[in-house]
């Protein structure tokens, strides 16, 4: 005789958040009553978050959005943002033709699949390089202003109400190789190096122009779902209780990645512990926590990005970067991100910038990133010396590099022309940008695995039903470091964070 089983207590609704996992599912048989009801719900009112509410509501769902913190904005708002967005194909932005650019959705499309690397997603990017001008063309509707001036120098981004500028590594080997370059960077006119709090602020008041529930200081606590895994809604913490919300037709996670969890950091991408300063607002896992506990698939976990902000001004672009073996490693005309990365990569902690009278330049920007001067000599060896480097390894450096450089050519990395001049005018200085010195800002780039859509994939590549995910929460268009491009995060999020939107909706 088979004894019936018996049915599971519903919750007691005196539980606390504490009695709730991110890595733990809450049944949905378990819940006697819900305290909101939604068509859609979203966790996490940073970028990715409103553009995603700002798709649902307009495809005609009810829409809920729960934020952590006390205000919307998220990583692209935090001091310094720069609000840029990487885009083009279609024969250029209007910005690009302006500035005579002519940028072949073939030649992005390239460019992008190169800087996603060896686990590029071939269909967000095909999605995103044909659809990325109307893309843009959507935040101007929003109310984002461009301007159409360009900037040529090589430097991080535009700073005034610049739009266009140089904002990886198009001009650069390997990747001039295979893409025709152009200039993808585009900046709001606001706000300068907070543009992307203003980035920010407009799609918050798009948000709440069509009547978005949003709710600040709820917390997710926990996905429900039923029997078959399917995702209901969400417990969140709200008032210091946990509040039960159900969503009809699903749950999009636009929580952020997870640099400011240490323990997930030091078990997936521990390589970035090197660098001292996490970017990241609330970064700390969850929603990849989240989708995890459900059955989602995590990819490329051990990505991340890195920078060092060792110029402008682009003089310094001309010098060379060695270890602590006295060797170039890396043509440093590429993206300062991929530079690095590269660095990381070293053994050892010491790295520096050589330059000569004729390329050295006190800049702001790497001397606030504590990128001081190591030595000023009046020979390479005695450079050599003062560093302590083995004998004759930096004066073998520098004379190939010279002998070559000559003759504009850089036969072991390929450095561009018009960067290479030999350094042969002292005094010498030498710029310390070692790891255990200089500030090295980071923020992972894996998460759960999507399709171009948003729906959250398990392992097996099956959609987990009732469950979207979007932004930094994701590994999305920039997975590896080496090949990211300022302003591909916004371009990640914003577009992907619409079509998560649009799909839960719909």
């Known amino acids: 005789m088979v004894r019936s089983q018996a049915a599971a207590p519903l919750i007691d609704r005196m539980m606390t958040p504490a009695d709730y996992s991110l890595s733990r599912p809450c049944p949905l048989g378990r819940i006697s009553r819900f305290d909101y009801e939604t068509t859609v719900a979203i966790v996490g009112f940073g970028a990715a978050g409103a553009c995603a509410a700002i798709a649902a509501a307009d495809a005609g769902a009810r ?3 729960f934020e952590a913190g006390s205000h919307s904005g998220g990583s692209i708002a935090l001091e310094g943002g720069g609000g840029e967005i990487y885009l083009g194909g279609g024969g250029g932005s209007p910005q690009q033709r302006h500035a005579g650019f002519e940028d072949r959705t073939e030649d992005f499309h390239r460019y992008l699949l190169m800087a996603g690397g ?6 967000k990017v095909r999605l995103y390089a044909g659809n990325a001008l109307a893309h843009f063309d959507w935040l101007i509707a929003q109310g984002v202003e461009y ?14 109400e610049e739009c266009l500028g140089w904002t990886g590594s198009e001009e650069a080997w390997p990747f001039v190789q295979a893409a025709r370059p152009a200039p993808r960077g585009h900046k709001p006119r606001h706000g300068g190096w907070n543009s992307g709090k203003y980035l920010m602020d407009v799609l918050t ?9 949003v709710r600040f200081g709820a917390r997710a606590l926990a ?36 640099i400011r969890n240490r323990e997930m950091v030091q078990h997936h991408a521990p390589r970035l512990l090197r660098a001292n300063r996490p970017i990241g607002a609330l970064d700390d896992g969850s929603g990849i926590r989240l989708g995890m506990s459900v059955g989602a698939s995590a990819i490329g976990m051990s990505e991340g990005f890195v920078t060092l902000p060792w110029y402008p001004p682009e003089s310094l672009v001309r010098g060379i970067l060695v270890n602590e073996r006295g060797q170039r490693f890396i043509n440093e005309d590429c993206y300062h991100g991929r530079v690095a990365q590269f660095i990381l990569d070293q053994l050892g902690d010491r790295v520096w910038l050589l330059q000569d009278v004729e390329t050295y330049a006190p800049g702001l920007l790497h001397e606030s ?19 302590d480097l083995p004998g004759g390894t930096l004066v073998a450096t520098i004379d190939i590099y010279n002998r070559h450089a000559a003759r504009g050519l850089d036969p072991l990395f390929h450095k561009t022309g018009r960067w290479l001049k030999p350094l042969d005018k002292p005094p010498f200085t030498v710029l310390d940008c070692s790891v255990d010195r200089a500030q090295y800002s980071a923020f992972t780039l894996g998460g759960l695995a999507t399709l171009a859509s948003g729906e959250v994939l398990t392992e097996d590549h ?5 469950l979207f995910a979007a932004g930094r929460a994701t590994c999305g268009l920039p997975r590896w470091g080496k090949g990211y491009s300022s302003g591909m995060s916004i371009a990640d999020c914003t577009f992907f964070g619409r ?3 649009q799909r839960a909706a719909t």
């Open 63 to 65: 829409v809920m959005l």
């Open 118 to 123: 060896p686990d590029a997603d071939e269909a």
């Open 147 to 160: 301007t159409d001036a360009y900037v040529a120098d090589h430097g991080l981004m535009p700073l005034n």
């Open 205 to 213: 008041r798009q948000v709440h122009a069509r009547g978005v529930d």
């Open 223 to 258: 996905l429900i779902v039923d029997e078959d895994q399917r995702v209901h809604g969400l417990v969140v913490q709200a008032d210091g209780k946990p509040c039960f919300v159900r969503a009809s037709n699903g749950v999009i996670l636009c929580t952020g990645g997870f």
């Open 369 to 387: 990133a504590g990128i001081g001067i190591a030595a000023t000599c009046d020979s390479w060896e005695e450079v050599e010396r003062k560093l």
């Open 462 to 466: 099956e959609v987990i039903a009732g």
């Open 499 to 501: 079509q998560a939107g």
